[in-house]
């Protein structure tokens, strides 16, 4: 298999970050939608603070939710996919400088991505 050029390369991150991005927004919106199309009437009330709701704080809970197209679950789907564009940019990086046998880049982005995934568990977990 031949070395993809550089500038390749570039535009096959550039497109999975356009995609991603360009994906989440279409999520969110179409969960937005479906969320003012059932509660956009209801009054809002302002005198207590209601955080999420449980379901919507794991990825399991809202991939649930998603599936059952919830409205909130859909658009916590999109927020999702939002966080996960990144991550995807900088594995398919790490994948991309291992091909081309670039192993200090390899070392870097591997430990860029650890750190990423690092804070997203621990901030899941909190």
Not at 34 to 61: D, M
Not at 73 to 86: F, K, N, R, S, Y
């Amino acid at each position: 298999m031949d070395q993809p050029t550089d500038e390749r390369l570039d535009q096959i991150i550039a497109n999975l970050l356009r995609a991603g991005v360009s994906l989440s927004a279409a999520i969110v919106l179409m969960g937005g939608i479906c969320y003012l199309t059932r509660h956009g009437k209801e009054p809002a009330s302002y005198h207590s603070f209601q955080g999420t709701p449980e379901q919507y704080r794991t990825v399991s809970g809202i991939v649930a939710a998603a599936a059952q197209f919830d409205c909130r679950g859909v658009i916590q789907l999109g927020l999702l996919v939002l966080i996960a564009t990144p991550i995807a940019r900088v594995a398919l990086s790490m994948v991309v400088f291992a091909m081309q046998r670039d192993w200090k880049y390899v070392v870097v982005t591997t430990i860029v991505l650890a750190v990423m995934l690092y804070g997203l568990v621990v901030g899941i977990a909190e």
